[in-house]
């Protein structure tokens, strides 16, 4: 029988037939006590493939016919969403392994609906959550109506992969980010970043980006922006692919920090971390993540354009969410261009601080200069900074990046007001030293990184002309006749209420003898008295009396302050009530409260605090462990000469960088020319390498290996290299004459118990040995990317233990992967690894661990397999089969049609590869009647070029090419 395979994947990987899953019961049912002993029922269950879906007595045996709405769901569809995200997750970015020996093999997943039993037990009641049966498989709780579309389901099923990460792929005491506080931040972000997979469109969303630009400055795993910190993981899978997020999961230590097992993974030091972190926090003001959930970077359709779309949505409809998104700095008293972080602005580990500089020169080359300063006398062993410039477009996209700065010192750029229309500062904490918090550790007891500015020839935000400070608020309004600051004409705001030269207020009724002074904005609401909005506060639709106050970064949304409380610091207030003397900062979030006391810190068990909980200012919780500072003196902040408005010398400087490292060169590499000097760059591959492109920032300058650089400004140009695949062949080592690595012992020779006859190669093979050995080998195969298979033997469930795999080219690190060798049955397992790139005369180093005296694990060998999807070519491997393809319209500008002739009932599946034979989409792989099929496909996303689809039939191959217009 010929069975017709058409392949086409988008980065996708190709499905792969597994064996039947089967229904796991879970033991907890079977517990009187637990919440579904006896209220499970096969004639409530809806099976899929890899799914199972439950529900209760409530809704009945056809739950899309119940008379609620809200509980009325269509298993079916509920099941096809699941099914979807699983083939993006699993099928095709391989997140957790799907292998028939592992437990997501093995077993469908778990789907209680909740909210659908006749019962008043509230354990039977959740919108939707995740957690696993038993220790053995994943599920997921959700209300019939977080199942309206992939969003909460995307989200809830990736938390269900984190468990099975702990159950299948790392277990043990604090891996996978399991069981410890410093990590549990990352799961929800996670969580969020992972459906940015399954729907692009969700990259980004107001619910979370409006939380996210209010508290950036915040530790990046603060538990005040958990489910909001993942653009971090954008740019690593634009570094380092997909595949490093399952690695982190996969391969995380005990209770190790996720910036920690970025580290580690990476080789890098303490600093490399920070400047990698910096390269991540400089993407911010233009929010530049250029890339698609294949890991791919495209101009036209990218995770950052979603972003950019929900932040001017945000700007548009939600304005007040802008009230923090950047920094506002602290004037140093009689001075007039210095300035400083104040405590409710100075970055925590690893936050950043985004600040908007407008230039003063005239002309349309504008340079900015500014010394930085550190207070590193705050916390002396941690105090370290990143920090340089971004100059954008006027649609927000990315124009240039300055280089980065980590000392202390002076700094300039350049806004080219011809091609560009915003310059930031962007700085970030770098700490020397990395310290894990606990979740909700509390405001005062998370190091802060305080530092000064002198800038020249720019105004930071908020020092502009008051007309010009968030202007695009001010519409329809006019200036308030008491203190000269912008009112809405929608507001109504007595004369005796002072309003400051740079507070607005965009709604409300306010009266008496209040204040609204800063950069305060009050966006409705109702203020009396002698209440004060000042500093940066902002106000939403609450009642404010008597002589309340809001202050510093406050954000008071609902409810209402009175008497005498206070409201400052980063606090966050949600339709809360307060009143009497009570005072509320740091990065808190409390419910009401009148009663007398401090809180500066969310209540949290392990930071000893409650809500409203009376504790005062002197309790332990509130002691701050930052030290206070004296700010710099003008002498200390002085520049070494007065800065120019434009580049005196009339030069500007090139920089140039290529990518990957070690991929090729560029002449001149860098250098100082005279302005309006044309400077030609060269790029030269490496061996093994061929030259791609030029960019700059996302812009793509040319593809030709010459290109002509005109100096009008600074340019920092990167030159792009790909491997070239050479074919080669299958390159196998066997474990039979290694060397031992210095300072391990050799791995043991043997294969006790076991017959040879199983073994490749001739002698036996090799086993962990007593502790940890390893041993080396040179690769002696052909340049190129290879797929990696290194089969081993598990001769017992009962012990453990642990192989690692390292690729070196000379001393940098290429590879680096480790696997647990403790598998659920006894028998063969192979450790595949994906398009490794694998130079001749690389070393090739595996290490071997064992936990007791017991041999677990016996190793076979390490083959090297071509990747081989580069020999696409638009012509048939086989002209006995034709199978009548025809795609069309052909050249396409967006959608085509697939057609082709089914000359039996078939599997099909179908692939579409780019011109250089990268897999990018499957899209279709199913069974088909005989006949003529049609299958659409929109292709709108692709750039345009030249594609290819392939179509097999068991060992027959047809390829056809197509033009994306």
């Not at 064992?850 to 012509?875: G, M, Q, W």
Request: aromatic share 12%; hydrophobic share 35%; glycine share 8%.
């Amino acid at each position: 029988m010929k069975k017709l395979f058409l392949l086409v994947v988008l980065f996708l990987c190709s499905y792969f037939a597994i064996a039947q899953k089967t229904l796991f019961t879970p033991t907890e049912w079977s517990d009187p006590n637990n919440e579904f002993y006896n209220k499970v029922s096969n004639s409530r269950k809806y099976e899929s493939s890899n799914f199972v879906l439950y529900w209760g007595d409530k809704v009945g045996t056809n739950p899309s016919t119940y008379s609620d709405a809200s509980l009325r769901f269509n298993p079916q569809s509920v099941a096809d969403t699941l099914e979807y995200t699983f083939k993006r997750y699993i099928t095709d970015l391989h997140f957790v392994s799907n292998a028939p020996t592992t437990n997501l093999g093995k077993y469908k997943i778990i789907i209680m609906m909740m909210n659908t039993w006749n019962s008043t037990d509230p354990r039977l009641e959740a919108f939707a959550q995740a957690s696993s049966f038993s220790n053995t498989i994943g599920a997921m709780f959700v209300h019939p109506e977080a199942t309206r579309d992939g969003g909460a389901l995307s989200h809830e099923f990736a938390h269900t992969l984190q468990m099975m990460m702990h159950i299948q792929e790392n277990p043990g005491n604090g891996t996978a980010f399991t069981g410890y506080d410093w990590a549990g931040p990352f799961f929800e972000g996670h969580a969020n970043f992972m459906r940015a997979q399954a729907y692009p469109q969700w990259s980004e969303i107001d619910g979370t980006l409006t939380r996210w630009i209010q508290t950036r400055h915040f530790m990046w795993s603060s538990n005040r922006h958990h489910y909001t910190n993942f653009h971090l993981m954008y740019y690593v899978q634009e570094k380092e692919g997909f595949d490093f997020t399952r690695r982190m999961w996969a391969e995380s230590k005990n209770e190790e920090h996720p910036l920690e097992t970025i580290k580690r993974l990476k080789g890098f030091t303490q600093e490399q971390l920070d400047d990698y972190l910096w390269s991540y926090a400089q993407r911010q003001p233009a929010f530049d993540y250029p890339i698609q959930w294949n890991s791919q970077i495209n101009t036209t359709s990218n995770f950052g354009m979603t972003i950019r779309k929900v932040y001017k949505s945000i700007k548009d409809n939600m304005p007040r969410y802008t009230s923090r998104q950047y920094t506002l700095l602290t004037k140093v008293a009689g001075t007039t261009d210095q300035y400083y972080t104040n405590n409710d602005w100075a970055p925590q580990d690893y936050g950043m601080n985004v600040i908007p500089l407008y230039p003063t020169c005239a002309g349309t080359q504008k340079k900015v200069t500014i010394k930085f300063k550190g207070h590193a006398e705050v916390n002396p062993t941690q105090a370290g900074w990143r920090y340089g410039f971004v100059t954008t477009k006027s649609d927000g996209t990315i124009s240039r990046y300055s280089p980065m700065y980590n000392s202390d010192g002076e700094a300039s750029f350049t806004l080219d007001t011809s091609t560009e229309s915003n310059i930031f500062l962007v700085v970030s904490s770098a700490p020397k030293v990395h310290v894990n918090y606990n979740m909700d550790e509390g405001y005062p007891k998370q190091r802060r990184y305080p530092y000064e500015l002198k800038i020249a020839n720019a105004a930071p935000e908020g020092y502009q002309p008051a007309a010009d400070f968030r202007s695009f608020l001010k519409t329809n309004g006019h200036l308030h006749s008491n203190g000269g600051g912008w009112v809405s004409n929608n507001a109504t705001v007595a004369s005796t209420v002072y309003v400051g030269p740079y507070a607005v207020v965009r709604g409300g009724t306010i009266s008496g003898n209040a204040r609204i002074d800063g950069y305060a904005m009050v966006d409705g609401g109702t203020i009396s008295g002698n209440a004060v909005v000042r500093d940066n506060a902002c106000v939403y639709n609450a009642t404010l009396s008597s002589s309340a106050i809001v202050e510093g970064n406050a954000w008071m949304e609902g409810g209402s302050v009175g008497n005498t409380a206070n409201i400052k610091g980063n606090a966050m207030l949600f339709a809360g009530n307060y009143g009497g003397s009570v005072v509320v900062g740091g990065d808190a979030e409390i419910g009401s409260c009148s009663t007398t006391g401090v809180y500066l810190q969310f209540p949290y068990w392990r930071n000893g605090r409650t809500d409203c909980d009376g504790k005062g200012a002197a309790d332990s919780s509130n002691i701050d462990i930052n030290t206070t500072f004296t700010n710099f003196t003008a002498a200390q902040m002085a520049f070494a000469a007065t800065p120019a408005c434009t580049n005196s010398t009339g030069t500007y400087s090139l920089s140039t960088t290529v990518t990957p490292t070690g991929s090729g060169s560029v002449s001149p590499s860098s250098g100082t020319f005279a302005s309006g000097t044309s400077v030609t760059l060269t790029a030269t591959a490496a061996t093994g390498y061929q030259f791609v492109n030029w960019t700059s920032g996302t812009t793509v300058l040319g593809t030709t290996s010459s290109i002509g650089v005109s100096m009008t400004a600074n340019q920092s140009i990167t030159a792009n290299f790909n491997l070239i695949q050479t074919g080669g062949t299958t390159t196998r080592i066997e474990f039979e004459n290694l060397s031992a690595i210095s300072g391990y012992s050799n791995l043991s020779n043997g294969i006790s118990g076991l017959p040879s006859s199983q073994f490749s190669g001739g002698n036996g093979k090799y086993s962990g040995g007593s502790g940890v050995r390893g041993s080396a080998a040179t690769f002696n195969g052909t340049t190129g990317n290879y797929n990696i298979n290194v089969p081993w033997y598990d001769k017992s469930t009962a012990y453990s233990g642990t192989f690692r795999l390292v690729i070196k080219t000379g001393t940098t690190v290429k590879l680096d992967q480790s696997w647990n060798c403790n598998a659920t049955s006894i028998g063969w397992y192979m450790k595949s690894i994906s398009n490794v790139a694998v130079a001749n005369g690389d070393s090739i180093e595996i290490y071997a661990t064992r936990v007791n005296s017991a041999e677990p694990c016996i190793l076979d060998y390490i083959e090297f397999v071509p990747n081989t999807t580069k020999k696409i070519a638009a012509s048939k491997v086989n002209a006995d089969f034709d199978f009548d393809l025809k795609i069309y319209p052909n050249p396409t500008e967006g959608n085509l049609t697939i057609s082709f002739m089914q000359t039996q009932q078939e599997k099909v599946t179908v692939l579409l590869f780019d011109i250089n034979g990268h897999k990018l989409d499957v899209i279709t792989d199913k069974t088909y009647e005989a006949g003529k099929i049609d299958i659409p496909y929109n292709c709108g996303y692709l750039l345009k070029g030249v594609y290819f689809l392939s179509i097999q039939t068991g060992g027959n191959t047809v390829n056809k090419s197509f033009i994306k217009e």
